[in-house]
């Protein structure tokens, strides 16, 4: 089965939002002693665009 890809429109702003978001996320997992492969990904992802 193939699996469904979606796309998303944003804006300057948003992403910046997304961004500070997801990485006040990261920070929370490290304080807590968890992994943040997940996180990394997506901060990669949106910052590529």
């Not at 968890?34 to 901060?43: A, F, K, P, S």
């Amino acid at each position: 089965m193939k699996k469904l890809k979606y796309y998303l429109t944003v804006s300057t702003e948003e992403t910046r939002v997304i961004l500070r978001s997801l990485i006040e996320l990261k920070n929370k997992l490290i304080r807590e002693g968890r992994y943040t492969d997940c996180v990394d990904e997506l901060i990669i992802k949106i910052s590529k665009v």
